[in-house]
């Protein structure tokens, strides 16, 4: 046998070891990143656009049902579904603005 060292030295099992838990980590942190959701979440303007929306579409079909029962019981029905409708509207829209938090009724009223 000759006493000269070899070019290349042996790595250790722990080198290996060390090297390969590294590339699990990157690995797993990788897929954390890629499998984490795209959307955070509502926001507040989201939130407040789909209130007014529920306030409009249901101030209006709330109001055209109750009008049509009403015009129903009373044989009055043309014009009871339009005061109903016209009553859906208005009640939907004062929703629409006592909760935007800007309007007549912000300033501490009822």
């Not at 046998?1 to 942190?29: H, N, Q, V």
């Not at 079909?61 to 009403?70: P, S």
């Amino acid at each position: 046998m000759s006493d000269e060292k070899p070019a290349r030295e042996p790595i250790g099992e722990d080198a290996r070891i060390d090297a390969l838990e590294e590339r699990l980590k990157a690995a797993r942190e990788r897929e954390d990143q890629r499998n984490q959701p795209k959307v955070k979440g509502t926001s507040a303007s989201e939130k407040a656009g789909n209130r007014a929306l529920a306030d409009l579409v249901g101030g209006v079909f709330g109001g055209l049902i109750v009008g049509w029962t009403i015009g129903w019981f009373f044989d009055i029905n043309p014009w009871a579904l339009l005061v109903g409708l016209f009553l859906g509207i208005v009640v939907a829209f004062r929703n629409i603005i006592r909760n935007s938090g800007s309007g007549p009724t912000s300033g501490g009223g009822s």
